[in-house]
């Protein structure tokens, strides 16, 4: 099936020529038509499905239909982070590059001055993180009062970063009478809940099972000590001469230090994360992209959204605390079909974390030794009667994190 079929703009359809793009992707052939039809929908859809076409397309040919273009904003698209933003401003932009639609992006992290002049000028799509967005509407410099859609792009990801409040400040702002789209790479009892008092008889779509990963990314564990990891690391990516590798790790001083050592090593690697300025991440996120740097050590919240063509392999240098971070960094890889390898390196303090894993995506991970990092296991048995009582109370620091939703995890 092609894209004629979905009754599309010219102007929209010579934008994915322009991309190469033949075929819907199953989320987009799914949603396109309810979209048109002005319904809510809840989608569950993963990373690197063509989730954010299955919204840009439809919006921006119903903005075609329209008599006359809105100077404010009609359709509102809220991030949860400055990247997935960008990179749902850049999607708006080069889906919309043929026709008279303009949009704009507001995110945090760089001066507002330039956004208000970008929000005067007059858009009809408008792109937001949502503390940024409240910003603005505090300011009076944007006008919500015409919309007529809002979506909310990784919606359970914006629940995990707290931003709950923020969304119900926004979205007394906002007009009743609107259409509203909610995506979610995981659909759990959270979303639902927030559906229900978004959506109004909302069409659920959910393109593969819940929760699981992208159909062509094989998963590897290997099983080793953690003061080999980084020495492995740097093996693997030199001996498969692997030339664009995504790491993530759990923390921003760890990605710090990693990103370090790679580079002693010989890899040209930058880390991502929080705590960098947002220039500092577009510019290691530009290098990367383009080849100049081999090796993007992540946080998760930093890496959230990333679209990285053509990313073939990704580590987990650590498990992450949440299981469905797992399928977030993973789903960096194997996007929109292409093959991914998804590698995670354990140690013997995180079998409970792949446990939460498997218990999430519903399967057993291949677990496997890499000759000559296979892990001591003498030195692990010692440590670990040594450590019970430590790595106890460990895991429920870690567990508490886990489930801890607010600033925190904002910032890293
Ligand atoms: P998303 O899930 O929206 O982040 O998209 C994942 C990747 O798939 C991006 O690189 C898109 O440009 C690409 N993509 C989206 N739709 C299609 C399509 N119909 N055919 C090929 N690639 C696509």
Known sequence: MGFSSLALDERLLKALQARDYSEPTPIQAQVIPHVLEKQDVLAGAQTGTGKTAAFVLPIL??????????QTPKVLILAPTRELAVQVFESVKSYSQFTHIQST???????IGAQVEALKKGVEILVATPGRLIDHLFKGTVDVSQLSCLVFDEADRMLDMGFIDEINMILKRLPKNRQT??????????????????????????TAQRNAVAEPVEQIVYNMDSERKREFLSY???????????????TKQGADALAKEMNKDGLVTQSIHGDKSQGAREKALKEFKSGKVRVLV?????????DIRQLNYVVNYELPYIAEDYVHR???TGRAGDAGLAI???????HYLLEEIEALLDTRLNQQWFPGYEPDLTKESSTNRKNSKAAQKRRAKQRAFGQQTGQKRRRS
Request: cysteine-free; glycine content about 6%.
């Open 61 to 70: 040919q119903q903005l075609l239909q329209q008599s006359q273009p809105s």
């Open 105 to 111: 992006i507001v995110y945090g992290g760089v001066s």
């Open 181 to 206: 789209l909610l995506f979610s790479a995981t659909l759990d009892d959270s979303i639902f809940a927030l559906s229900k008092s978004l959506l109004k008889q909302p069409k659920i779509i959910e």
């Open 236 to 250: 693997l990516i030199g001996s498969k001469n692997w030339q664009q590798v995504l790491v993530f790790t759990r």
């Open 298 to 306: 992540a946080t998760d919240v930093a890496a959230r959204g990333l």
């Open 330 to 332: 993973i789903g960096r």
């Open 344 to 350: 995670s390196l354990l140690d013997s303090e995180e």
